[in-house]
């Protein structure tokens, strides 16, 4: 399996720091967010990974080159603007090929055991996600999980990680496109999956949430 860390985007509310360095590049625990992401897949099996790129992209491509440092190969999908999450992943699969893959977002950090998410079975589903509790920042959640189906109801919030089919995007044009309208007409169509997130997750969103997870991971509680 394969599996695609996204992080072509602006990071707008970590201004000043994502001035000078993409969001996935900002440390935590003496290592860069994406790092962290790159570490936890390798020890879950994938050393194949896609990884789209656009805001002071070079730094990205010139931090961690093609993945041999640790251990993996990384191709990377560069995008002259941000596409969102739908449109880079349409971007990048001709380098994620025909088989399911996980996508991750690069700017969260997750305590979990990543092999339970490259073991999950998508079945006839074009999708399935992990969902975990509402944080405080978004507390009315996007999706529910019924019977190990998501629906269309906010109850939880869907973490960004995902395990996808090619073919639930394959048909679609290039450009700019999110996917929180793609994922609710596969719900109406019944073929997204989800199951809850076993482990800590933390949109690191802001400069305080950044420092918040810094110092504890530098000081061992995490």
């Known amino acids: 399996m394969k599996a695609m860390i996204l992080a072509a985007g602006r990071g707008e509310r970590m201004r000043p720091l994502t001035d000078s360095l993409p969001k996935?590049?900002?440390?935590?625990?003496?290592?860069?967010?994406?790092v962290h992401h790159i570490e936890?897949?390798?020890?879950?099996?994938?050393?194949?990974?896609?990884?789209?790129?656009?805001?002071?992209?070079?730094?990205?491509?010139?931090?961690?080159?093609?993945?041999?440092?640790?251990?993996?190969s990384i191709r990377w999908s560069a995008e002259e603007s941000a596409l969102e999450t739908a449109g880079g992943i349409v971007q990048a699969l001709p380098l994620l090929g025909s088989d399911p893959f996980l996508v991750i977002n690069g700017d969260t950090w997750i305590d979990a055991d990543y092999a339970t998410l490259v073991s999950q079975p998508l079945g006839s589903d074009l999708a399935?996600?992990?969902?975990?509790?509402?944080?405080?920042?978004?507390?009315?959640?996007?999706?529910?999980?019924?019977?190990?189906?998501?629906?269309?109801?906010?109850?939880?919030t869907f973490s960004g990680v995902g395990l996808y089919h090619p073919a639930?995007?394959?048909?679609?044009?290039?450009?700019?496109?999110?996917?929180?309208?793609?994922?609710?007409?596969?719900?109406?169509?019944?073929?997204?999956?989800?199951?809850?997130?076993?482990?800590?997750w933390r949109d690191i969103g802001t400069v305080d949430r950044l420092r918040e997870l810094d110092d504890q991971l530098l000081a061992g509680t995490h």
């Open 24 to 34: 996935p590049l900002l440390a935590a625990g003496g290592k860069p967010l994406i």
């Open 40 to 72: 936890k897949l390798k020890r879950a099996g994938i050393s194949e990974l896609v990884i789209n790129h656009a805001w002071l992209g070079h730094k990205l491509v010139a931090a961690l080159g093609d993945g041999s440092a640790f251990g993996v």
């Open 128 to 156: 399935h996600l992990w969902l975990v509790p509402n944080p405080p920042q978004h507390p009315d959640g996007d999706f529910s999980l019924q019977a190990g189906r998501v629906q269309d109801a906010p109850a939880l």
């Open 168 to 200: 639930a995007f394959v048909s679609l044009p290039c450009g700019a496109r999110k996917l929180a309208p793609l994922l609710r007409d596969w719900m109406a169509q019944g073929r997204v999956g989800g199951s809850l997130l076993t482990g800590e």
